[in-house]
């Protein structure tokens, strides 16, 4: 129970949320009783009230002073991490008629996450980040679509969560390369300052991490407390972005039902898709402005926005976007477009806690979405793998041992198991499984066999 409330703790912190005694205790007790429910029906356990825990003093104290970098009495808002999570989706009074009528009817919804990250002066963005749920969407294969092609760093695991390995792959392949030939082709000095919060997927140490070419970009933690009043992404860059991107996905919503006759429903099924998606992802980034950038900077670092009479104003996109949305029959008004632009916090339950340290990147790269299109495994034999991946232990430790830059190739070669030899090394353990599986059920089966053959005999 400890175990999932400073989990819980943890994430509030990051999402900006002060804790007090009291909260915590009273979350305390909800998982306790959670975990005493799992019991309950797992080995028929009777489940009385809070017996067996108290949330006193005493063990408020306790779990305080075991923990006591954690700040207990009272968590100071944190600031939201610089790489939020989008969550693009249609509300329930986004729903039509049509859809209010279905049985069972849930809003149709698609999460990724996107990082967003540009320049002060705002001349320059890098190509975003962006985490989905499944590697090999169907619609990729459709639309015959080159990953490495992409207007992002495409990602994948089962959440749609930004971890480390990811953030990092994302420093030496996108924002290294790129600030680096931004200061050589401007003419300026390899120096380049990182700007994050103290969010999961980039914490202390990061760079470590970074190549040698890069090690010319430093990393710096915005202080706790300080939330979005000072942060660059949350001064309208994010929102600004969203409101485009909604403007776009309705514009294109509203011309393929007016022209079909199609149903809101049918469109969302059948003609919207993750390459739609990130073909609007990059229409409303480059929307963006340079103005927009920059201003962003005001409270941070005022010396470095450029003076400009008047503002930028977004509610010109908010009116045509609730006018788009009323002329398809959606109850949509000003303040469904501001809840929808608004990130969305949801409560994490106890199930939700549970699934917080199950989530490495190995692991979840396996668990394959129902709409992956993958290469057969029967065009593999077990010998071809066992070679390969015998053939690779033997490079990896040569390396090992005669390499002079233990670091780096370390974490090459852990990379590498990582992201390709563990998808190998799965179908061996999964075909090993099924052979012993196999070879178990041939053996009842003659089993069985015999014992009838003995019965006839017998009669």
Partial sequence: MEQLLLL???????????VSEAIICEKAGAIF?????????????????GEGFKASRGWFDNLRNEVAFIQLFVMEKHLVEILRRLKISLRRTFITAEEKSLSGHKAMKDRLTLALCANAIGDFKIKPLLVYHSENPRAFKAYKVLKEKL?????????AWVTRQFFIEWMNIVFGPSVKKYLIDNGLPLKCVLLLD?????????EDDLLDDFKFIKTVYLLPNTKSTIHPMDQQVISNFKKLFTKHLFKRCFEVTENTNLTLREFWKNHYNIVICLKFIDIAWQGVTKRTLNSAWRKLWPDVVLKREGFEGLEPIEDEIVSIGRSMGLEVDEVDVADLIEEYAEELTTEKLKELPKISHSSVMMELSSEEEV??????????????????QEVSDFVEKRHPEKLSTGRASALFDDRCLTFFSNILKRRQKQTSLDRYLLKVSRSESQESEAKKARR
Avoid at 151 to 159: E, F, G, M, P
């Fill in 8 to 18: 819980w703790i943890k994430e509030k912190q990051l999402a900006g949320d002060s």
């Fill in 198 to 206: 103290n969010a999961p997927a980039h914490p202390p140490g990061l």
């Fill in 151 to 159: 207007q992002v760093l495409w990602r994948a695991n089962s959440k």
């Fill in 33 to 49: 009783q959670d975990l005493k429910c799992d019991v309950t029906e797992t080995e028929g356990e009777s489940s009385q009230g």
């Fill in 375 to 392: 290469e057969p495994e029967e065009k593999l034999t077990s010998r071809e793998i066992s070679d390969i991946i015998g053939k690779w």
